[in-house]
């Protein structure tokens, strides 16, 4: 697959800095982010923007901001089937992503934790132009673990998922496996630094959050 060209030398240099979470399904991404927004990090104050729960909002009919019957209509397909949003799409995505950093009121001292955002090199190719990712945290957890944490809602942020079938999390470690876990190498290869937590069964998003307070942020 083609990737499209690296965009970051066009975007402005007020973007936000961020911090990117990676990691499979189940493996705690939304309460280390929710984590990280109640306690901050490294001195800095956190704002934790978590994509699947935005589009999941759309669907409920409470986006952010307006969306268009047809984005909606994407959503709920893309939810459905657990696909990723496709580069000609992006645009929703962006728009969702900008109307979070307005809403918030995030300046120059807030660390922007994404989460779901980007998913593939096309994603991060563009969402260079709203943010500057400063490091990714690589969330490492096995397929069982994954399994386990799920039906334990180990996390405790699954609660009313209709998507946690086990057949549907295999598939969706695979789609991991084959578009997302590439990112660790896209961001390596343009200097960004990649923190490795190893997440357990019963891990918990404070364990998560004061491993990475320990932690320098990489050069």
């Known amino acids: 697959m083609t990737m499209p060209a690296d965009e970051s030398r066009d975007a402005g240099a007020d973007r936000p800095e961020a911090l990117l979470l990676v990691g499979p399904t189940g493996a705690g991404k939304t309460p280390l982010g929710e984590a990280l927004q109640a306690r901050g990090l490294w001195g800095?104050?956190?704002?934790?923007?978590?994509?699947?729960?935005?589009?999941?909002?759309?669907?409920?009919?409470?986006?952010?901001?307006?969306?268009?019957?047809?984005q909606c209509a994407?959503?709920?397909?893309?939810?459905?089937?657990?696909?990723?949003?496709?580069?000609?799409?992006?645009?929703?995505?962006e728009r969702l992503v900008r109307a979070f950093l307005k809403a918030r009121?995030?300046?120059?001292?807030?660390?922007?934790?994404?989460?779901?955002?980007?998913?593939?090199?096309?994603?991060?190719?563009?969402?260079?132009?709203?943010?500057?990712?400063?490091?990714v945290v690589q969330l490492r957890c096995t397929e069982p673990t994954v399994l386990a944490r799920v039906r334990r809602d180990a996390g405790g942020d699954r609660r009313g998922r209709s998507d946690d079938a086990p057949a549907r999390l295999r598939r969706k470690l695979d789609v991991y496996r084959e578009r997302t876990e590439p990112l660790l190498d896209y961001y390596r290869d343009r200097g960004v630094g990649v923190i490795p937590l190893d997440v357990g069964t019963e891990t918990t998003a404070e364990a998560m959050r004061d491993a990475l307070e320990r932690r320098r942020l990489p050069c």
């Not at 994407?74 to 995505?93: I, K, N, S, W, Y």
């Not at 989460?115 to 991060?124: D, M």
């Open 44 to 70: 800095r104050a956190c704002a934790h923007f978590d994509f699947g729960r935005t589009l999941r909002a759309c669907v409920r009919g409470e986006a952010p901001v307006e969306v268009s019957a047809r």
């Open 74 to 93: 994407l959503v709920q397909r893309m939810l459905e089937t657990d696909a990723l949003l496709a580069d000609e799409d992006f645009p929703l995505a």
């Open 105 to 135: 009121g995030t300046n120059a001292d807030t660390l922007i934790v994404l989460n779901g955002l980007p998913r593939h090199g096309g994603q991060a190719a563009r969402m260079a132009r709203l943010v500057r990712v400063l490091a």
